[in-house]
């Protein structure tokens, strides 16, 4: 029987959707998926500065996962850098520390169960339009 699914910690989600190349045709982009998950680990690693154990104890994993997840997150982004890709960020086994939604007009992240009716950046009233970003 496989072992349930740990769920890692992560503050927030990233601020934008992914990233696109500029340079090569859209018809010609294609995309890599960076997981919620790796792009912590180099929001604590690289943007952070802390080293892996603190990473670890943070995202609630052992060191050895954290070091794996790291270096997917690594290759994912050389790829992309190598080979012109679009970064997608997305997916992962991921749980933040509050709930998170995204404006799904003006793409801003709403954190918190009290603001998930409304986008007070653009005024969206429409709950249908926030995206909810946990799981
Ligand atoms: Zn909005």
Known sequence: M?????FRKMVSPPLMQGFKPFGIPRSALESVILQYDEFETIR???YEGLN???ASERMKVSRPTLTRIYENARRTIAKALMEGKMILIKGGNVQFES???RCRKCYKLIDG?????RCKECKNYSSDELIP???
């Open 52 to 54: 892996q154990e603190q």
């Open 113 to 117: 169960i009290e603001n998930h009716i």
């Open 133 to 135: 970003l946990n799981k």
């Open 99 to 101: 709930t998170w939604f």
């Open 2 to 6: 496989p072992r349930p699914k740990q």
């Open 44 to 46: 604590l690693l690289d």
